[in-house]
């Protein structure tokens, strides 16, 4: 009679383990996939990121080789890419703000008259020239970055 109660426990027993390999299992492949949409997050950042600067470089090369006053720049629109999704242009994402812009050196800081001991960067103010701010953005299959920066430019 003691061998006919206990028919049945060892396929009871490999149920349970199968069971607990499962939940493993998927609890594994819960983890892959965040992993995998984690690193396909930052792939994309890294993307816009190289994109945005590329852009900048871009405008800086504009704005360093041609004759014409840095506001007068044609905004970039270029595609880097062969498909033409990865695309660099100038100005912010709204298009409110142009790719470069004169500032007023008091504006940003920078006295052009009397003590430069106490400004952001008095080597900048010594050195002469007009600060501009520029304005890049990128777009990458519809997401955005956008950068902006200063620079000195002239004598």
Known sequence: MNARSQRGSGMLLAIIVVMVIAVIGVGVLRFTSRELAGADASRKHDALVQCA?????????????????????????????????????????????????????SDIGIETTGDITNIANPLLAAKGGKPYRLVVHCNDHGRELEVEFLVRFGI
């Open 53 to 105: 600067d590329a852009g900048r470089q871009l405008l800086l090369g504009q704005f360093r080789a041609t004759g014409v006053s840095p506001t007068e720049l044609t905004a970039i629109n270029v595609a880097l890419d062969p498909s033409g999704y990865t695309v660099a242009q100038g100005g912010h994402m709204g298009g409110t703000i142009d790719q470069v812009t004169l500032l007023n050196p």
